[in-house]
Nanobody
Framework: QVQLVESGGGLVQPGGSLRLSCEVFGRHTGVAWFRQAPGKEREGVACIHNNDGSTYYGDSVKGRFTISGDNAKNTVYLQMNSLRPEDTAVYYC?????????????????????WGQGTQVTVSS
């Protein structure tokens, strides 16, 4: 089983930036970020493949969020810019020991077995 630990959440004003980190302990081939706001369904945010660094994004964050990885540190980052109140949510990173296609799991994450505990992001003035 793979363990994931998120950090970096907090309170930020609209238009501001935050960088989330996801440290991964265990064998994996990629990492995806999801978020869930109260009363809303879980939403795929971004995903990265380890082998070639290819990245994928949810439509609502394209152009504002950037996912990147540091393989030496076993850490994946989510740089979030131009934050909006509607970005407020608990953010989770997830992975699986079995290779998975990013473009599929962002909309259908049921196949991912390993999840972090989540980190709260609040965008408010």
């Amino acid at each position: 089983q793979v363990q994931l630990v998120e950090s970096g959440g907090g309170l930020v004003q609209p238009g501001g930036s935050l960088r989330l980190s996801c440290e991964v302990f265990g064998r994996h081939t990629g990492v995806a970020w999801f978020r869930q706001a109260p009363g809303k369904e879980r939403e795929g945010v971004a995903c990265i493949h380890n082998n070639d660094g290819s990245t994928y994004y949810g439509d609502s964050v394209k152009g504002r969020f950037t996912i990147s990885g540091d393989n030496a540190k076993n850490t994946v980052y989510l740089q979030m810019n131009s934050l909006r109140p509607e970005d407020t949510a608990v953010y989770y990173c997830a992975t699986d020991s079995v290779p998975f296609p990013c473009q599929v799991v962002l909309t259908s994450p049921e196949g991912l077995d390993d999840w972090g505990q989540g980190t709260q992001v609040t965008v408010s003035s």
